[in-house]
C-alpha cells in the first residue's frame, strides 16, 4: 500500500486527506440507519389500511411496532457479541437483507401472526444495524472528526423519523399499504448496493481481544451515559407518542401534522449544526440538549394553551432531540473506546427499550392521571438527565475527549 501512494503522481497533501471524511462510505451507513428507522416506523402511518387486511383491532396492529423495538433491544446485544469478530462490512449487509426480505414478505402476508413474525425478524436486523453505525464511522474517519462522522452515519435515524409517517401515508394514498413496504424493501436493496460498492470492510475484533459484557459495563463514564440516555429517551417517548392527545388536550387537535412537520424540521437542523460541531464541544452539546429539551417541556406544561408558544416549544424539542442519538452514542463511544462495539449494543438496548417504557408509561399516566402528567413526568425525568450529564464532567460527558 506504502508504494501504490507513493506512485501516485502529484498527492494530495497528508493534512487535507488525514481530514476528509470518507462521504460516500459514510452515505453509505446513513442509510442503513435511516431504513432501519424507517421500517420501524412505517406501520405508524398504515394501520387503518394493515387493520382492514389483517382483520384485527388497530390497537393490535399497532403492535407490531412495539414488537420491533422489543426485537430490537433483545437482539442487539447478543447479535453484537455473536458477530464481533466478523467482517463490518459482511455483518451489515446481512442485517440489511433480512431487513429487506422481511419487508417484502410483509407486504405479501394477510395474516397477522405471520406479520408479527416477519416484524420481529426485521426488528433483530435492525438490532444487528445500529450498534454497528457510530463505531464503523468512527473507525474510517480520521483522527479528530469521529464525531462528525458518528454524527453524518447516525442522521438517519431522526430524518426516519421525520419522514417514516409521512411517506408511509403518501405511498398507502397511492398504492396501498402494501407498496410502502414494496418501497421499503427496493430502498434496502439499493442500500446494500451502495454499502458492497462504497464501504470498506473493516475487520471484526480479534477473538483474543474481544471484552466480556460485564467488564464493558463497569468502564468508568458508561453508566451515567446510559442513565442519561434512559431518562431522556423515556421522557421523549413520554411526549411523541401520545403527541396526539397532548394536542387535542390544549385544543390544536387539527394542527397535529404542523406541529409534526415543526418537529421533523428543526431535527434535521439539529443533525447540521450539531455535526460541524461535536468534535470540539461534545460536553457542552449534550448539556444543552437536555436543558434546553427540559424547558420546552416546561412550556408545554406551563403555557400550553397559547399555539405559538406550543410551537415554539415543540421546535425546541425537535433540535433538542434531533441529534441526540449522536451525542449519547459519541459519548459511550469516547467512554470505552476498545469496547466501542458492545458499548453500542448496550447503548441500542437502552435506547429501544427506552421508546418501549416511554410508550408503556405514558399509557399508564394518561389513564390514571389524565393527559397533562405526561408533561411534568417527562419533566422529572430531564431534569433527571441533565443533572447525571452536568455532574458527569469527568469521564461520562468531559470537558475534553
Same mark, same amino acid.
Request: glycine fraction near 8%; charge should be positive.
Given at each position: 500500500m506504502t508504494e501504490t501512494v507513493t506512485t501516485i503522481p502529484a $498527492?494530495? $497533501?497528508?493534512?487535507?486527506? #488525514?481530514? *476528509?471524511? $470518507?462521504?460516500?462510505?459514510?452515505?453509505?451507513?446513513f442509510l442503513a440507519g435511516f431504513i432501519s428507522i424507517l421500517t420501524e416506523c412505517l406501520p405508524a402511518g398504515l394501520l387503518p389500511e394493515m387493520t382492514r387486511t389483517l382483520g384485527t383491532s388497530v390497537s393490535l396492529t399497532g403492535q407490531t411496532v412495539t414488537l420491533y423495538a422489543l426485537a430490537t433491544?433483545?437482539?442487539?446485544? $447478543?447479535?453484537? *457479541?455473536?458477530t464481533a469478530t466478523w467482517r463490518r462490512k459482511h455483518v451489515l449487509q446481512l442485517a440489511l437483507a433480512v431487513v429487506a426480505v422481511s419487508n417484502a414478505l410483509t407486504a405479501l402476508s394477510s395474516d397477522y401472526t405471520l406479520t408479527m413474525a416477519l416484524r420481529f425478524v426485521a426488528g433483530l436486523g435492525t438490532g444487528l444495524i445500529w450498534p454497528l453505525l457510530g463505531g464503523y464511522?468512527?473507525?474510517?474517519?480520521?483522527?479528530?472528526? #469521529?464525531?462528525?462522522?458518528?454524527a453524518v452515519a447516525l442522521a438517519g435515524t431522526p430524518i426516519g423519523l421525520a419522514l417514516g409517517i409521512p411517506l408511509g401515508t403518501l405511498l398507502s394514498s397511492i398504492g396501498g399499504w402494501q407498496l410502502a413496504f414494496y418501497a421499503s424493501a427496493a430502498v434496502t436493496a439499493l442500500t446494500m448496493a451502495w454499502v458492497l460498492a462504497a464501504v470498506p470492510n473493516l475487520p471484526g475484533q480479534p477473538v483474543e481481544t474481544r471484552i466480556r459484557l460485564s467488564e464493558v459495563l463497569v468502564i468508568p463514564g458508561l453508566r451515567p451515559v446510559l442513565f442519561a440516555l434512559a431518562t431522556y429517551m423515556i421522557a421523549h417517548n413520554?411526549?411523541?407518542?401520545?403527541?396526539?392527545?397532548?394536542?387535542?388536550?390544549?385544543?390544536?387537535?387539527? #394542527?397535529?401534522?404542523?406541529?409534526?412537520?415543526?418537529?421533523?424540521?428543526?431535527?434535521?437542523?439539529?443533525?447540521?449544526?450539531?455535526?460541524?460541531?461535536?468534535?470540539?464541544?461534545?460536553?457542552?452539546l449534550v448539556v444543552v440538549s437536555t436543558v434546553v429539551f427540559g424547558v420546552s417541556v416546561l412550556v408545554l406544561g406551563v403555557v400550553s394553551g397559547v399555539p405559538i408558544l406550543v410551537y415554539v416549544a415543540v421546535a425546541a424539542w425537535g433540535f433538542a432531540f434531533g441529534s441526540s442519538p449522536s451525542l449519547f452514542v459519541g459519548a459511550a463511544?469516547?467512554?470505552?473506546?476498545?469496547?466501542?462495539?458492545?458499548? #453500542?449494543?448496550?447503548?441500542?438496548?437502552?435506547?429501544?427499550?427506552?421508546?418501549?417504557v416511554g410508550s408503556f408509561l405514558g399509557g399508564l399516566l394518561i389513564a390514571g392521571l389524565?393527559?397533562?402528567s405526561i408533561t411534568w413526568a417527562a419533566l422529572i425525568l430531564l431534569i433527571a438527565a441533565a443533572a447525571t450529564v452536568i455532574a458527569g464532567k469527568k469521564r461520562a460527558f468531559p470537558t475534553s475527549v
Open positions: $498527492p494530495i $497533501p497528508t493534512t487535507a486527506r #488525514q481530514n *476528509r471524511l $470518507p462521504t460516500r462510505a459514510l452515505l453509505g451507513l433491544a433483545l437482539g442487539a446485544i $447478543p447479535l453484537a *457479541r455473536a464511522a468512527a473507525r474510517l474517519a480520521p483522527k479528530g472528526r #469521529q464525531g462528525r462522522a458518528i413520554l411526549l411523541y407518542t401520545y403527541v396526539t392527545d397532548l394536542l387535542s388536550h390544549v385544543g390544536m387537535s387539527g #394542527q397535529t401534522s404542523w406541529v409534526l412537520f415543526t418537529f421533523g424540521v428543526t431535527s434535521v437542523l439539529s443533525v447540521v449544526v450539531v455535526g460541524a460541531n461535536i468534535d470540539r464541544h461534545l460536553r457542552t463511544i469516547n467512554a470505552t473506546r476498545d469496547a466501542a462495539d458492545i458499548a #453500542q449494543s448496550i447503548t441500542i438496548t437502552v435506547f429501544s427499550a427506552s421508546i418501549a389524565g393527559t397533562a
